[in-house]
């Protein structure tokens, strides 16, 4: 299996979650993520398309990125505290395709980054919508192992 993870915004690229997906997954790109740079999600989308992802995990900023491109990929989505509204900069280039993706949407409902009650507008047209007590925007490596592993068990 081919994952991507994609960061947030002001995160480092690699980690914890990069190398819990290492020892789970065939392969893992997980790129230094740039949002200020105006032909990142085009470059991304051009990779992607040659370089296939099975499934495209991204945190926060990088959850509105891997949401943008698995609608043009039609390749499921897992996104936590995706930054799909109440972002702190317009990335240049984003764009929606049209394809029919899933979307697998992991919320921390004491998130003071982006709003957890805007994210709720999307839980009619998700594949998942888990809201997790307590939690703020950053994910834990438990939390991210623990859905990871729900997904991959098909229990979301």
């Known amino acids: 299996m081919n994952v991507w993870y994609l960061h947030g915004l002001e995160s480092k690229v690699g980690g914890p979650k990069v190398d819990f997906l290492s020892e789970e997954v065939d392969k893992v790109f ?5 949002y200020n740079e105006p032909i990142m999600f085009t470059s991304l989308l051009k990779f ?7 499934l495209i995990i991204g945190s926060s900023m990088g959850g509105y990125f891997a949401d943008a491109l698995g ?6 989505v897992l996104l936590f505290n995706p930054a799909l509204h109440s972002r702190p900069m317009e990335p240049e ?3 929606y ?7 697998n949407f992991v919320v ?3 998130d003071k980054v982006v709003d957890p009650k805007s994210t709720l507008v999307y839980k009619d047209i998700a594949k998942s919508y888990t809201e997790i007590k307590g939690m703020g925007h950053r994910t834990s490596l438990s939390v991210f192992m623990d859905i990871y592993n729900k ?3 098909n229990q979301l």
């Open 93 to 95: 280039g984003v764009t």
């Open 97 to 103: 395709g049209e394809s029919n993706w899933k979307r």
């Open 71 to 76: 609608s043009h990929l039609d390749v499921e």
């Open 151 to 153: 997904w991959n068990q």
């Open 108 to 110: 921390g409902t004491e």
């Open 48 to 54: 992607a398309k040659h370089n296939r992802p099975d």
């Open 30 to 34: 997980a790129p230094k993520m740039n």
